[in-house]
């Protein structure tokens, strides 16, 4: 009799992942690959204005969509910098980028429910990340995050976590008590959409930046555990990390990209 019929199934996985990790997760062999060209389409987001005390701050991570700078990230980093009045000092930051004061960038479009933003960055070489197909994102299927966990104490370097979609549920769920409700719950409960839960650690700093697949490099999701949070764990706070499917942000995507009407042509009278 085999070693693998006399074992329970349960006993081999255990065995697997003490031996170095579940067959099926490990990283494809050219990952080092695609991550060097995930590093080079991602940037950090914050404000610098010499002026003000602090001169430099950090808010998170985004990643561009086209050569022509636009970059996409989360919206409550927005509304974070308009607290704080600094809208005007807002900036992108390269890690390869010899110009450490940043690259000026201005908002293009926001979408408060799914909690995206579209910058527009000025001034510099931008590579774009291809956005996959997140619509038909399976649990189990591996991932890869990549952003500035903790900005800027530790340093411009991007870091980059490997693991699965453990779930793919709804932003909110019923709760037991009308004391849990509040006006984010009852929106996502009206009008809910599936969320991934994962089983890589993002860490503060990380939101905004790209969830990909770790074969190709593709984007599926834009990592967000701040904002889900707030409707997931309405009673406890589990420490999960979660992102945003990256099919929610193509109604905002393609009505801030669409080509804009020229003027029209002048008509002079014969």
Request: proline share 10%; net charge positive.
């Amino acid at each position: 009799m085999s070693l693998h019929r006399s074992v329970p199934p349960i006993l081999l996985l255990a065995a697997a992942a003490l031996a170095g990790g579940v067959p099926g997760r490990e990283p494809p062999p050219n990952f080092p690959d695609i991550v060097a060209r995930v590093r080079c389409g991602i940037g950090a987001v914050g404000t610098l204005n010499p002026a003000k005390r602090p001169a430099l701050e950090f808010h998170a991570s985004g990643f561009f969509l086209d050569d022509r700078g636009r970059f996409l990230t989360a919206n409550h980093v927005l509304d974070a910098i308009a607290e704080r009045k600094r809208l005007a000092d807002l900036r992108v930051f390269l890690p390869s980028d010899a110009d450490t004061n940043g690259h000026p960038a201005t908002v293009l479009a926001r979408d408060p429910k799914h909690d995206l933003a579209l910058l527009e960055v000025k001034g510099g070489q931008f590579f774009p990340l291809e956005l996959g197909d997140s619509s038909r994102a399976r649990e189990g299927q591996a991932i890869a995050l990549t952003g500035f966990p903790f900005g800027f104490f530790l340093g411009l370097h991007p870091t980059t976590c490997v693991g699965i979609i453990s779930g793919i549920s709804p932003i909110a769920i019923p709760v037991a008590s009308s004391k849990l409700l509040d006006g984010d719950t009852i929106e996502a409960l009206r009008n809910p959409f599936n969320v991934f839960q994962l089983d890589a650690t993002a860490h503060p700093g990380h939101s905004g930046g790209p969830l990909f697949d770790p074969a190709t490099g593709k984007v599926l999701g834009l990592v967000n555990s701040g904002f889900i949070r707030k409707t997931k764990e309405k009673v406890i706070s589990t420490g999960i990390s979660y992102a945003m499917p990256i099919h929610l942000a193509k109604p905002m995507l393609d009505e801030a990209l669409k080509p804009k009407p020229g003027p029209l042509p002048l008509k002079v009278d014969k």
